[in-house]
């Protein structure tokens, strides 16, 4: 078993910062990437980016590209979002996510389906 916690969440103006923390406990090596989804009042979580464990690659929806950064520190075991440019539409509740599954295509791990462990969410707010 995987244990995530986020943290990080608030309230921020538009085109203002943060960044959320995920960290992870119990059996992480046996996973391969780690995700964030998000979740709006009233609809459906949403991918936002992952993170491939083994070579640090990187893959983010078309929404939050070039705003939205995904780090790991693997000596802490800690997944990073940073978020820049931050939109009212960011507004949601933000998932941590991890996958003790191997797939190998460029755009693997963007789907809900694809993650084994979640975390309990982190609120985001931005207003305008």
């Known amino acids: 078993q995987v244990q995530l916690v986020e943290s990080g969440g608030g309230l921020v103006q538009a085109g203002g910062s943060l960044r959320l923390s995920c960290a992870a406990s119990?059996?992480?090596?046996?996973?391969?990437?780690m995700g964030w989804f998000r979740q709006a009042l009233g609809k459906e979580r949403e991918f936002v980016g992952r993170?491939?464990?083994?070579?640090?690659?990187?893959f983010y929806a078309s929404s939050v590209k070039g705003r939205f950064t995904i780090s790991r520190d693997n000596v802490k075991n800690i997944m990073y979002l940073q978020m820049n440019s931050l939109r009212p539409g960011d507004t949601a509740v933000y998932y941590c996510?991890?996958?003790?599954?191997?797939?190998?295509?460029?755009?693997?791990?963007?789907?809900?389906?694809?993650?084994?462990?979640w975390g309990q969410g982190t609120q985001v707010a931005v207003s305008s």
């Open positions: 993170i491939r464990l083994s070579t640090g690659n990187t």
């Open positions: 996510a991890a996958s003790a599954r191997i797939y190998m295509s460029s755009n693997a791990y963007a789907l809900r389906g694809h993650y084994d462990y």
């Open positions: 119990g059996r992480t090596l046996d996973t391969y990437a």
